[in-house]
């Protein structure tokens, strides 16, 4: 299993237009980025999360502030540049408290659990064993 695993990644020639924006622009260093692609709005979390929160708190056998989590929307989501330039995930946590989820996976159980495991943890190693044991299997 390799540290992408678990999040699912999809071709998004959304950012391949992004990237040859960039590179009119004059850039001349090209790093894919990570993170939304286009705007990002503030986004209030569905009452389900916290259950998923308390399900999460349960099998890691630690507590988190759940209220202490920004949550962000965007319609698309660039992966990691790991993850190859062209492809784009489905959430990101960014330390300390951000959750960005694309807006259509804003009901995915497993793809909000992920990220709220990574809060928890502090940690956003998708190898980390309390991760893989915790995080639902899609
Ligand atoms: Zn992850």
């Avoid at 939304?36 to 259950?51: A, C, D, M, N, S």
């Avoid at 190859?84 to 959750?99: C, K, L, M, R, S």
Wanted: net charge negative; with cysteine; aromatic share 8%.
């Amino acid at each position: 299993m390799t540290g992408f695993a678990s999040i699912r990644t999809l071709r998004n020639s959304g950012t391949v237009l992004l990237l040859a924006s960039v590179a009119s622009c004059g850039a001349t260093d090209l790093v894919a980025p990570f993170g939304p692609v286009g705007p990002r709005e503030r986004f209030i979390p569905l009452p389900i999360y916290r259950v998923w929160h308390a399900a999460i708190e349960a099998c890691a056998g630690r507590q988190s502030d759940f209220d202490a989590i920004i949550w962000w929307v965007a319609d698309s989501l660039a992966a990691p540049p790991s993850a190859g330039a062209d492809y784009e995930t489905d959430a990101t946590w960014t330390p300390p408290h951000t959750i960005t989820l694309r807006r259509d996976r804003t009901g995915v159980e497993w793809v909000v659990k992920h990220e709220l495991i990574h809060d928890l943890l502090q940690n956003g190693d998708d190898l980390n064993p309390i991760l893989l044991r915790c995080e639902p299997i899609p």
